[in-house]
């Protein structure tokens, strides 16, 4: 009875479509956070009698056919790139951009890793890092004794000092953006990595090439929508107990089977 294992391969598809709900309501405060949606696709099918065949001999041709579907398998878990509410914060180096573009850091093992996670930090010797003192990319140093930082939405950091009326600039935030965006691949903490589906980076200055600007001040809210969310968990558990239904079903047809005298 083919029914069980179709039936089990549904449980599964709406566990893990529960997950990926669970995660994007577990980082509904996270920043630059993207909700994932679980996406699935139909296994392959046992064909009794195939659509088209020969069914007489004055050459009459089965119209549809006989195909009975094996259950769902995952095809994906996407990430649905949307632009997240900008959120004040009054920080001096808290940046939030404002369309595409990721902020790239440097990795301890110096791999590069991008982040839309635009809550930056100093260290002691005043090197610009990410949250988990990763250096961002291009390696901006602030004097220490900067009296007030000013970044424009070009991503040009200037810095005031005693005794001056003009700032000094600093240096200059760059943005990576890519061809694929929902094919990086996300280690945590922020971060995303280069892959062969997501293409390779292409670093430029905000506001140009299509690179989104930055705004100083603000943070980037997360875009996961509750209310949507809610609903798509409430489906999944009505889904859930529609296959575990099939289950019951099907194992007492068979004890009918196994009771027959």
Do not use: C, W
């Not at 050459?59 to 949307?82: C, D, K, N």
């Not at 990721?102 to 260290?123: C, F, H, M, N, W």
């Amino acid at each position: 009875m083919k029914s069980l294992h179709i039936a089990a391969t549904g449980m599964s598809a709406q566990q893990m479509r529960v997950d990926t709900i669970a995660n994007n309501l577990a980082n509904m405060s996270t920043t630059g956070y993207n909700a994932r949606r679980a996406d699935f696709a139909d296994l392959h099918y046992q064909q009794f009698a195939r659509a088209g065949a020969i069914s007489a001999q004055d050459g009459t041709v089965l119209p549809t056919g006989v195909q009975v579907g094996l259950g769902v398998r995952p095809s994906s878990v996407s990430m649905q790139i949307q632009q997240g509410a900008s959120n004040f914060t009054g920080g001096d180096l808290d940046l939030a951009i404002e369309g595409r573009g990721y902020l790239e850091v440097i990795l301890p093992d110096g791999q590069s890793a991008y982040t839309r996670d635009g809550g930056l930090k100093r260290t002691g010797d005043g090197l610009i890092v990410n949250s988990d003192g990763f250096e961002v990319v291009p390696g901006i140093t602030i004097p220490n004794d900067t009296r007030a930082l000013s970044i424009n939405a070009q991503g040009e950091i200037y810095g005031y000092f005693a005794g001056q009326v003009q700032p000094q600039l600093l240096g200059q935030v760059s943005l990576a953006s890519f061809a694929n965006e929902k094919g990086l691949e996300a280690i945590g903490a922020n971060l995303f990595l280069e892959t062969s589906a997501s293409g390779p980076a292409a670093v430029g200055e905000p506001g140009t090439d299509g690179l989104g600007t930055v705004r100083q001040g603000y943070l980037e809210e997360s875009s996961v929508d509750p209310v949507r969310e809610m609903t798509e968990l409430i489906k999944a558990q009505r889904g859930y107990e529609l296959n575990s239904k099939i289950i019951t079903a099907a194992d007492q047809m068979l004890g009918a089977t196994t009771q027959v005298r």
